[in-house]
Structure formats: structure tokens, C-alpha cells
């Protein structure tokens, strides 16, 4: 038998790695995450070869001063929570201050950053687990994150990447998620290059229109219900506009993108007599409540989350679609469905 010991400070980081950092896509949502935290109102993302090579993102948010930019690549190191009561009502997206610590064990990152009051901007590379000096740099304001070669350090990760344009595919179809739970927020998405997606400042049909076209937005219903503390708002897409697959399935709640079983549930049964059994529905909703009434603090990636009042929700859930969808259960299938 072996000793047993500690293990070493960057091996602990890559593999907790493991958990945040699946692939580019999931390191380009916890950097998005963290630029919607720092109040950013627009985001400029960059990649390269899907990701692989570079991701690059750029927010005019809050930023981070100079002798926190250190802190801010440690493992566990967060601003947004500092008690387990924090925990239980937390508002940001990120609250465990894992993810930059994650990336910097599994790539080469770059932290460049200005608060309103610096008089200029600082900079820290980090590679290996080894951080680098915090040096002067030239940036307007905000923060830029680089990620550069994901996994160039754990081969048998990198072996899992699939081809660049497959990455490139997970990293828009993240981003759109993000646009889409927050279309008050300006985006940029540019790829070898070429600008992918310019999204000005928008309502949310507009956004949805934008990402998901004119097709779906025209033959989808609006909605915007509520009930003491919950509101469900969106579009939900008529049968006109079903699909083979769930792709065009986005459902927020508090701004996030969740995949839920209850509430994938509650949406299917207020579809269930208007939808063929295997076609999809698609929609863009919007759920929102009490930030105490749902822990999200169930998996590191957190697009699976619990909910207090589970059967209360899935009614309100079902009911609010059945009638937006204007379709009474007791009706014959497809009336008022024009
Ligand atoms: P978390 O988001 O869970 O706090 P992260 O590792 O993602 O953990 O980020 C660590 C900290 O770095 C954040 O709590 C925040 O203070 C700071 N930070 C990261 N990205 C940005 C950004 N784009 N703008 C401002 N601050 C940031
Ligand atoms: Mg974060």
C-alpha cells in the first residue's frame, strides 16, 4: 500500500476542473456568468478554432481592483457570498469561486481588469497553477478574460474535444442561452474572425426573434402570467412550430438556464393533446420567484436546481402554458388553436 497524502495544490484544481470544465462552451459560460455578475451591459466574446485555441471575453462591468485580481484565480474565492444565509437567497449566477481557478489549472489565462476608480488597468497570467506578477495594462474599463489552449496540460481531457467547428457549435449555442435570459444585455460573438452575432439592446421577443428567427417568433404565443410570487413570461411555440428534437427548449428561471425534470414535465402535459407524441415544442420562458424558494446550489454546472414548493409550481407552470396556448383540457385536441 501506498502512503496516503495530500494531494498537490494545481492536481486538486484539474480535477475539480473536471466538474466545471467539460469543454470550451462550459469555461465561455462561467466567464459570461461572471461578466452578468459584475453588472456588465455588454459582452464581446472571441473565439478561436472553437474555443480550443482562444476564448476571449471581453464586459464593460464592474471590474476587479488591482490587489483582488490574484485572489479572484484562487480556489474558493469569491465577492458574492460570504454566509451559508447568503447562500440560501443568492442572486449572482456564480457563488462558489471555483471556475477561474478551474480554467487557470487547465489553460492559459489571462485577467486583465479595471475598477471606475483605477487610474489604469492590471493585468495577471496565470499557466500551471503558477500566477504571475500583477502588471500594469491599457484597458478603458471592465474586465477581459483569455483562455487560451483549454487542456494543453491534461492530455487525456483533451483527447475528449471534439472537432473545432462541434466546439464551436456547444460555445454559440451557450452564449445564445445567455443572450436569451438577458436581452437587455448587449452581445458579441466573433469566430476566426468574422462577427457570428451583433445583438443591440432588445425586449425579449425581439431577442428571441433574433436567435431564433422569424419563423418561430410568428407562429408562438406570448405569455406573461403571474400568481403571489411566481410569473412565468415568454413565448411558447404553437404545434405550427414543433420539432423533431429539444433544441429551441430554453426555460429561465431567475436568469438562469435550467434543465429541469419537473418543469420540462408541467410544459409537456399543458402540450400533451395539441402535440403529436414525438414532436417537440419549442419555447423561450422565463420563470421567476423568490430566490429562497429554489436551491441552485445542486450541481457545480447549476443548470439543475430544486425547488421549495414543487407541486405548487408545476400547476402554475402548466396552467399559465395551457392557457396561454389557449386550449381548455376539456376542449376537443387543436380547438382555439388557430
Ligand atoms: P464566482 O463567480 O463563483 O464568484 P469565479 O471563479 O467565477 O467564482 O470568479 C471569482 C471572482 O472573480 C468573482 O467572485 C468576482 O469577484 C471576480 N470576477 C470574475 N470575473 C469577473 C468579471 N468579469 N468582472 C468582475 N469581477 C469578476
Ligand atoms: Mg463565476
Given at each position: 500500500?501506498r ?27 462561467e ?8 453588472g ?9 478554432e ?14 476587479i ?7 479572484a484565480l ?5 465577492s ?6 447568503e ?14 481557478a ?27 497553477g ?7 495594462a ?19 481531457r483533451?483527447k ?13 449555442e ?8 438577458r ?8 469566430h476566426?474572425g468574422?462577427?457570428?452575432w ?12 433574433a ?5 418561430f ?12 410570487e411566481?410569473?412565468l413570461?415568454?413565448l411558447?411555440?404553437l ?8 433544441d429551441?427548449?430554453?426555460l429561465?428561471?431567475?436568469?438562469r438556464y435550467v ?13 400533451r ?9 419549442a ?6 420567484l423568490?430566490?429562497d ?21 408545476h ?6 402554458l ?17
Amino acid at each position: 500500500m501506498r502512503k496516503i497524502r495530500l494531494l498537490p495544490d494545481l492536481l486538486i484544481s484539474q480535477i475539480a476542473a473536471g466538474e466545471v470544465v467539460e469543454r470550451p462552451a462550459s469555461a465561455l459560460k462561467e466567464l459570461v456568468e461572471n461578466s452578468l455578475d459584475a453588472g456588465a451591459r455588454e459582452i464581446r466574446v472571441e473565439l478561436e478554432e472553437g474555443g480550443i485555441r482562444l476564448i476571449r471575453v471581453a464586459d464593460d462591468g464592474q471590474g476587479i481592483a488591482a490587489d483582488d485580481l490574484a485572489q479572484a484565480l484562487a480556489r474558493h474565492a469569491t465577492s458574492k457570498i460570504a454566509s451559508l444565509a447568503e447562500l440560501e437567497s443568492v442572486a449572482s449566477l456564480g457563488f462558489r469561486g471555483e471556475a477561474l481557478a478551474s480554467i487557470a489549472a487547465v489553460a492559459r489565462l489571462g485577467l486583465t481588469s479595471r475598477t471606475p476608480e483605477a487610474e489604469h488597468a492590471w493585468r495577471i497570467a496565470a499557466q500551471d497553477g503558477a500566477l504571475g506578477a500583477v502588471e500594469p495594462a491599457a484597458l478603458g474599463r471592465g474586465s477581459v478574460v483569455e483562455v487560451r489552449d483549454l487542456f494543453f496540460n491534461t492530455p487525456a481531457r483533451r483527447k475528449f474535444l471534439k472537432t473545432p467547428a462541434t466546439e464551436y457549435g456547444h460555445c454559440e449555442e451557450a452564449l445564445r442561452r445567455a443572450a436569451l435570459a438577458r436581452p437587455e444585455v448587449v452581445f458579441e460573438l466573433r469566430h476566426n474572425g468574422k462577427v457570428v452575432w451583433r445583438l443591440p439592446r432588445q425586449d425579449a421577443e425581439a431577442r428571441a426573434l433574433a436567435l431564433l428567427g422569424e419563423e418561430f417568433e410568428a407562429a408562438a404565443r406570448s405569455l406573461d402570467e403571474a400568481a403571489g410570487e411566481l410569473r412565468l413570461a415568454g413565448l411558447a411555440g404553437l404545434p405550427a412550430y414543433s420539432r423533431s428534437g429539444r433544441d429551441a427548449q430554453y426555460l429561465f428561471v431567475n436568469g438562469r438556464y435550467v434543465r429541469d425534470k419537473l418543469l420540462g414535465h408541467a410544459v409537456r402535459e399543458a402540450y400533451r393533446d395539441i402535440l403529436h407524441y414525438d414532436r417537440h415544442p419549442a419555447y423561450v420562458l422565463y420563470l421567476t420567484l423568490p430566490p429562497d424558494q429554489v436551491d441552485v446550489n445542486v450541481h457545480p454546472a447549476k443548470t439543475e436546481v430544486r425547488f421549495r414548493q414543487a407541486q405548487a409550481l408545476h400547476g402554475f407552470v402548466f396552467h399559465a402554458l395551457e392557457r396561454a396556448l389557449g386550449y381548455a383540457r376539456t376542449a376537443a385536441p387543436a380547438a382555439g388553436v388557430a
